[in-house]
C-alpha cells in the first residue's frame, strides 16, 4: 500500500486497460469476470462529494445523477471505484447500443458495476494484489440496488468462456490474482470478446425474388 493521500481531494486516474486476446488464460493464478457492454466509469467520493467520471476523464455526474445519490450510501469517507455503467435488455444482459438513450430518457434503469477499489479513506491500494482490492470493494457495500459488485465466476479460464458465450454475454475478463494497478494497456487483464469485430468492404447488394435483401461484403479484397 502507498502512504495515505489527501482524501479531500482526489482525482481522476487514467484506467487500467485489458489486453484483446482469443484465447483466456488458465490456471489458479487468474479470476474471470463478465465483460459487461457498456461505459467504463470510475466514481470518487472525496470532500467534494460523489463524482463520476467517463474512461476518458469527463464529469459525467450530472448525466449519473441517480447512481452518484445512491453512491452515498456506501459507508467510506472517501474512495475511487473503477467500474461499468450499463444498462440491461429483457434478458437480463448489457445492452450497449440501449446506454446513451437510458442515459437521457431512463436513467431509473442504469446500474454502475463495480469490480476494482483504487482509494479507500485517504490510502492509496494500487499497490495491492487485486485479490485483495477486491475483497475489501465487496465489504463496502451491501448486494443490490444499482451499485453492484462484479462476481468472478468459479471455474478455469476456458471453462468460464465457454459458459459465458453460451449464456449470451459479450464475453469475459481474465485478471491476475496478484496484478497490481497501472494505467494503460497490461496483459495483467485480458479481455476475451464471444465475437470477431472486423471491418470490411460493402460491395454491393442481393436481391432474390421473395427473399430479404443480403449485402455483399468483401474481406481483405476476397
Known amino acids: 500500500m502507498r502512504k495515505p493521500v489527501d482524501a479531500a481531494r482526489l482525482s481522476f486516474i487514467r484506467p487500467m486497460e485489458p489486453e484483446l486476446v482469443e484465447q483466456p488464460p488458465n490456471g489458479a493464478e487468474w479470476s474471470h469476470e463478465a465483460k459487461f457492454d457498456g461505459y467504463r466509469t470510475q466514481m470518487i467520493k472525496d470532500a467534494e462529494g460523489?463524482?463520476?467520471?467517463?474512461?476518458?476523464g469527463f464529469d459525467w455526474t450530472s448525466k449519473y445523477r441517480l447512481l452518484a445519490e445512491e453512491a452515498k450510501s456506501i459507508a467510506a469517507g472517501s474512495f475511487i471505484i473503477d467500474g461499468e455503467v450499463i444498462v440491461t435488455n429483457e434478458a437480463g444482459l448489457s445492452d450497449f447500443h440501449a446506454l446513451r438513450s437510458a442515459i437521457s430518457k431512463r436513467p431509473r434503469g442504469l446500474y454502475f458495476v463495480a469490480f476494482d477499489l483504487l482509494h479507500l479513506n485517504g490510502h492509496d491500494l494500487r499497490d495491492m494484489a487485486l485479490l485483495d482490492?477486491?475483497?475489501?470493494?465487496?465489504?463496502?457495500?451491501?448486494?443490490?440496488?444499482?451499485?453492484q459488485f462484479s462476481e468472478a465466476f468459479p471455474g478455469t479460464g476456458d471453462v468460464v468462456y465457454q459458459l459465458a458465450c453460451e449464456a449470451g454475454l459479450e464475453g469475459i475478463v481474465s485478471k491476475r490474482l496478484d496484478s497490481v494497478y497501472r494505467s494503460g494497456p497490461t496483459m495483467a487483464w485480458r479481455k476475451i470478446k464471444c465475437y470477431v469485430e472486423k471491418e470490411m468492404d460493402i460491395i454491393g447488394v442481393k436481391r432474390d425474388s421473395g427473399k430479404p435483401a443480403m449485402v455483399l461484403m468483401a474481406d481483405d479484397g476476397r
Open 50 to 56: 460523489i463524482r463520476l467520471f467517463t474512461k476518458n
Open 133 to 147: 482490492r477486491r475483497e475489501i470493494l465487496q465489504a463496502a457495500f451491501a448486494p443490490g440496488g444499482h451499485i
